[in-house]
């Protein structure tokens, strides 16, 4: 299969313009794939097929247990074609097959989380008075718009998705042009499994046509993003013209603090999850401040960093970028880094579309390498003379979506996880994720946040009710 279809009101469709435009992998040049050029037009018969669905009640009015149903059914398709899925996202993303083979089930048991979640939300009661009682009752926050960005567009979007059809809203999601195509199969997915037609739309096509389109279209009650900052940005601004609710999942530069009594073994397992897919992650720890002189520690990460190997392969440890744009992007950043006196421990820029994982040191604090997002595998090494330095290094910039630190003292590590300005911080460990537990960002890295129960109320508005029982008797 080459081409995929835009997906309204439970119909597979070109785009209005009759456009297409085609993907191919960043490594080999071969064909993944050929997508509808959707527009505005699209956009807007998304929004009100997904306005339509969602004032009829076809899904609104569910129960809880008939909305777990249709999501404990496509987590069960989910792994059941796991390979596909799996087939799908390295073609499309670059990433080598090898390192995801985690995807479909991991999927699925978010899916299978928010199902459960689906049963469960459930409002507060309280009397207000001896003759009120006041109750809040959670109800769904409407049509979403869920726009998510190419490094891992399954996992991203599902994040999303499973939450907002937990909620009972209704979607249109828009998926990053370079990868539409677990988005698309997903949709496939949802509609085979139950989901009635109109509830998750799908429109392809650009962000600044499609994307500019969903987030200003009046019928819109909610838009989940996930991308870079200055985008993020962007969505707000628009959004805010009619009130149009946001959460935004951006950004990071994230901190490794590794202080004298950790264990090599750990603080090296959590620096090399700076080089997954090729550093193109969001939350990956892409600064390693090391406390004392942390020769032990940078030794061993450099011997295990220069063993990585690179290439487009299935067995692969780090694949290409994800184009030619984004591959001279952090390219042009590496070599800026290396004129400004930067050292190079280990790696460097290879041509397009690679880049060896890279470890840098002797970079002074101000530079950009330092303070802005690479997403590529590059780590840049801080210098700290205690913790309360490494703390002030790690909190300094303007990001704030995850951090770690890793350390043989507990309290030590405890103290440092309450005065972190990040969303997540990880002890003696990297890049865990629960459907359990929230994911978000402090500061540029975002607003609101995804999995856990945190994750469904950002698709609910609470609805206060309010009854004086005693006056319909007297
Ligand atoms: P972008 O912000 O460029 O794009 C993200 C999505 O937004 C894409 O679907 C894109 O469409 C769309 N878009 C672009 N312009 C607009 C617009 N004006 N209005 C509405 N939508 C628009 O990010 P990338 O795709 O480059 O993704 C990488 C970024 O995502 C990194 O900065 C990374 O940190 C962040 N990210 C954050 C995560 C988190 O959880 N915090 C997780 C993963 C990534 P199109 O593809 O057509 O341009």
């Keep these: 299969m080459t081409s995929w279809p835009i997906i309204i009101d439970g119909v597979e469709v070109g785009a209005a313009s009759g456009g297409v435009y085609e993907r191919r992998h960043p490594a080999t040049g071969e064909l993944v794939g050929v997508f509808p050029d959707g527009g505005a037009e699209d956009a807007r018969r998304a929004v009100q097929a997904a306005r339509r669905a969602f004032d009829d009640g076809r899904w609104r009015d569910t129960t809880g247990a008939e909305r777990a149903g249709v999501l404990h059914r496509l987590a069960d398709r989910l792994r059941d074609r796991g390979d596909a899925y799996r087939t799908w996202e390295s073609r499309q993303v670059g990433i080598p097959a090898g390192q995801i083979g985690w995807l479909a089930s991991y999927c699925a048991d978010v899916v299978d989380f928010f199902a459960g979640a689906a049963r469960t939300h459930a409002g507060r009661s309280l009397w207000t008075s001896p003759s009120t009682l006041g109750f809040t009752v959670p109800e769904p926050v409407g049509v979403v718009v869920a726009i998510t960005p190419w490094n891992f567009p399954l996992v991203l979007t ?117 080089f ?16 004392g002189d942390g020769h032990d520690v940078l030794d061993a990460l450099v011997g295990r960093v220069g063993r990585l190997r690179v290439g487009a392969d299935d067995d692969a440890d780090v694949g290409p970028l994800v184009d030619e744009g984004h591959h001279g992007r952090v390219v042009g950043l590496l070599r800026e880094a290396i004129d400004e006196g930067a050292r190079v ?130």
């Design 158 to 274: 599902i994040w999303k998705v499973a939450a907002a059809l937990a909620a009972g809203c209704t979607l249109v999601v828009k998926p990053a042009s370079q990868t539409p195509i677990t988005v698309i199969e997903l949709a496939r997915d949802l509609l085979d499994c139950g989901l009635p037609p109109g509830v998750c739309n799908v429109v392809t096509g650009s962000g600044a046509v499609v994307g500019e389109a969903l987030v200003t279209d009046p019928d819109v009650d909610k838009v989940a993003f996930t991308g870079s900052t200055a985008t993020g940005a962007r969505v707000m601004a628009a959004a805010a013209r009619s009130i149009t609710r946001v959460s935004l999942e951006l950004g990071g530069k994230s901190p490794l603090i590794v202080l004298p009594d950790a264990s090599p073994t750990v603080a090296v397992d959590a620096a090399l999850e700076c």
């Design 276 to 291: 997954v897919n090729a550093g193109q992650q969001c939350n990956v720890p892409s600064r390693l401040i090391l406390v």
């Design 345 to 474: 421990l280990v790696g460097g820029p290879k041509p397009a579309p690679f880049v060896a994982p890279t470890v840098l040191d002797g970079v002074d604090e101000d530079r950009r390498i330092v303070r802005e997002e690479v997403f590529g595998p590059v780590l840049v090494v801080q210098r700290a003379k205690d913790l309360d330095h490494a703390i002030e290094l790690a909190n300094a910039g303007d990001y704030g979506l995850a951090a770690g630190i890793a350390t043989g003292d507990l309290d030590a590590a405890l103290v440092a996880a309450r005065r972190l300005r990040a969303g997540t911080v990880w002890i003696n460990t990297w890049n865990r994720t629960y459907p359990e537990l929230p994911t978000g960002g402090f500061g540029a890295s975002g607003l609101g946040r995804e999995l856990g129960l945190e994750g469904l109320d950002a698709y609910l508005e609470p609805k206060t009710v309010q009854v004086e029982p005693a006056r319909r008797a007297s």
